[in-house]
């Protein structure tokens, strides 16, 4: 059986967005579902779009994200060079080839004589199509042109009537008409090769047996069809992954939020979450798997003929809900090591403290991450675990510190907090419902007022777990502070 060898080829125009790291993804599956071998070739021919540190960035994310090739920058291979612009002499040979046998022509119609053409086909109502005027240019005319300089493209001579067919994996039989399409360039004036004949020689010469991209290149899909034909190559199969649409269905932009791998990884959000939101964009899990699932999980069951034909919606709120079950679940030292880059751009914590303590920043992350969903949420929920209490929350101060008789109960919480000797989660417990069962209150009278004053905040985990990750002291002086904030507050209120 023939090796499966699938290819993710980005143009290095910009950061990874996520539409093709799904697509970088879903070729992953294939590839290691199949023993088969992922190609990484970067399409840099489009020198006026390029971004210098662009590639940088797609391998990054790449690797950040886990997705690993076999073959490309970085790894190497039977197949390069793995940069469409050192892989010029092989688009020459082919482009040329196809003039020797009368497939291609040069063409030596100028941008001026091209707009003009345009111009006049826009004023009769139709779409544009090259008229050809250069298909049938005897050879000596030819080597006129370029005894005066001139510097053609080169066009592929396609037939003036009949269809084409895509037999895709996907979307299954996908029929053409020729006249969709004028005599199209396969080779710039530059000496550099238009996208869809680059790709027709760097797929064959790299020995690819599927390629699976994005939906928006199934119209480029009968052209490369009809070059492998031209050129006698064995036709890949193809399949076309649906569009990633915003919530309203228009298409992705800036203006939906984060929409590049690298966005994600800055507002804290975990690599194995992202590559479980992006395996549910277009594909479904068996009735058995649940929807956190992991890469080996998916790769036991993945099909191309699964993926679904209609638009995935992209929701932001899914991809944070699950974010937030990773963080719950992820090894804890683990997640320790991914958390401490946004303490410290947080402020939170100096690379000293995360050295000389680190058996209690594990601690402070086991404490807080139940309730969090990223890890920007994550590390300023450790913030009073590290940072004095300086303020507290408004709507918390008027709800439960501006009630009667409050700072009476921090002041017997404080009291009763004093006598545990083991100040564990268990005591600290045991000691507070005792109080609570001695003053005959409901809990929340005490309990909710105690997090406002060691925490400044009116949500965060267990109250006692709190008090167990702060240590005695801080929960007394911080109870002793609330209550001077308390009594300064009615004082300055009774004056007024």
Known sequence: MEQVRVRFAPSPTGYLHIGGARTALFNWFFARQNKGKLVLRIEDTDTERLKEDSVGQILDSLKWLGIDWDEGPEKGGDFGPYYQSQRKNFYTAAAESLIQSGKAYYCFCTAEELEVEREKQRQEGVPFHYNRKCRDL????????????????????????????????????????????????????NGLPAYNFACVVDDHAMKISHVIRAEEHLSNTPKQQFLYQALGYEIPRFAHLSMILAPDRSKLSKRHGATSVSEFKDMGCLPEAIINYLTLL????????DEIITPEQTIQSFELNKVSKTAAIYDIQKLVWLNGQYITKVDLEKLTNQAIPF?????????????????????????????VRTLQELAEACRYLYQEVTDYDEKGKTK?????????????????????????????EKAYRALIEELN????????????????????????DVMAVLG?????????????????????????
């Open 282 to 289: 277009g594909w479904s899990p068996t009735e058995e798997q």
């Open 138 to 189: 005897s050879s000596e005319e030819v080597q006129k042109r370029f005894e005066q300089g001139l510097k053609p493209v080169i066009r592929i001579k396609l037939p003036n009537s009949g269809h084409t067919v895509v037999q895709d994996i996907i979307r299954g039989e996908v029929r053409f008409n020729f006249d969709q399409f004028d005599d199209f360039i396969i080779m710039k004036s």
């Open 343 to 371: 303490l410290l751009q947080g402020g939170i914590l100096t690379p000293q403290e995360a050295e000389q303590n680190p058996d209690y920043l594990v601690l402070v992350i086991k404490t807080v991450r139940e309730r």
């Open 441 to 464: 209150i409901k809990g929340g009278m005490i309990i909710h007022p105690t997090r406002l004053a060691l925490t400044g905040r009116t949500m965060s985990p267990g109250l006692f």
């Open 400 to 428: 439960y510190f501006s009630q009667d008789g409050v700072a009476d109960l921090l002041t017997k919480g404080k009291a009763c907090l004093a006598e545990v000797e083991d100040f564990t989660v268990e005591n600290t």
């Open 472 to 496: 005695k002291e801080k929960c007394l002086i911080r109870l002793e502070q609330a209550v001077k904030f308390i009594n300064t507050s009615k004082t300055e209120k009774e004056e007024a």
